[in-house]
């Protein structure tokens, strides 16, 4: 592994501990649900960018399900804090 | 291996705040955190089938489940 790929994952990682910090300090449940998403967004590109570390490109379908299913859980989310399922 | 560490710390703090929070969509939103986390950490176990199936299942399904749930009951803890 050489510096470029350690330089990515040192910028990966603090953007998680950031959005974590909203999600803990939030005062409301949309601001956590906001912050979620975007920790699975950002776990998203951690997820492509291990593959292309391990060289293994069969891990790509995992990044795939990954935003498939945390979309439809945000969605559910969205619509009962809206007005409740 | 630093970044598995804070992978692992990051889900410990989130299991601790789902635990404390008194709002339970918020407590919710927490424990689909930890599941995310979890399935992060099998990825890296070299293990990419149960991540798939830990993410469908922990990440979205439960999630809904208790959304349903905390509907039909109280939403603030008491």
Known sequence: MNGTLIIFLAIIGAGLILCFLRMLK???ASDRAVAVDTVT???????VL???I???????DVSLVYSMISFVGLVALARFLERGI | ?????LLVLLMLIAAIAASIFKDLI?????????????????????APDVAMAEAAI??????VVFIIA?????????
């Open chain 1, 26 to 28: 939030g005062p409301t």
């Open chain 2, 58 to 63: 922990g990440a979205a399904l439960v999630t």
């Open chain 2, 26 to 46: 918020s407590a919710v939103i927490a424990a689909a955190l930890v599941s995310l986390i979890a399935a992060i950490l099998f990825y890296l176990l070299q």
């Open chain 1, 50 to 52: 291990l593959g292309f």
């Open chain 1, 41 to 47: 967004t950002t776990i998203v590109a951690l997820l």
């Open chain 2, 1 to 5: 291996m630093i970044f598995v560490f």
């Open chain 1, 54 to 60: 391990f060289e293994r490109y069969v891990y790509l």
């Open chain 2, 70 to 78: 905390i509907r039909r009951t109280k939403r603030f803890e008491e």
